[in-house]
């Protein structure tokens, strides 16, 4: 197996284990309503930076997951194009209050070198 097969199998363990740093997300699909449940990572905290490089108070949210997991599920997050398109889709996933918060896709940032796709996440009322 080669370094770069390896590190993208080691990728998808590492974001999808729930026994270690995984936990259960919902990903839906504006356009069919279709619900994909994997295992990645989710992260929000409340400290950001401005655009003049200070320190802020804000909401920063945002998962990471293997784009393998939705592909396995009989799901594309591509568009006709082959892009990684997923603007809108909207997320569900519990924070450390044990609470499922939904949340909006704003950004979404492919590595197509390992397979992992980061997703900023912006708070979102179904």
């Known amino acids: 197996m080669s370094l770069i097969a390896q590190a993208r199998l080691d990728w998808k363990e590492i974001t999808s ?31 950001g930076i401005d655009e003049l490089g200070n320190e802020v108070i804000t909401k920063n949210a945002h998962i990471s997951f293997s784009e393998e997991l939705v592909i396995a599920l009989g799901g594309s997050i591509r568009d006709a194009s082959g892009e990684v398109n997923l603007e809108r889709w909207i997320v569900k996933y519990s924070d450390s ?29 179904i």
């Open 17 to 47: 284990n729930s026994n270690e740093f995984g936990v259960p997300i919902i990903l839906i699909n504006p356009t069919t309503l279709v619900e994909y449940s994997i295992v990645g990572l989710a992260t929000k905290h409340h400290l």
């Open 97 to 125: 209050t044990l609470s499922q918060k939904n949340y909006v896709i704003t950004q979404f940032i492919p590595d197509e070198t390992v397979g992992i796709i980061v997703c900023i996440l912006s708070d979102y009322q």
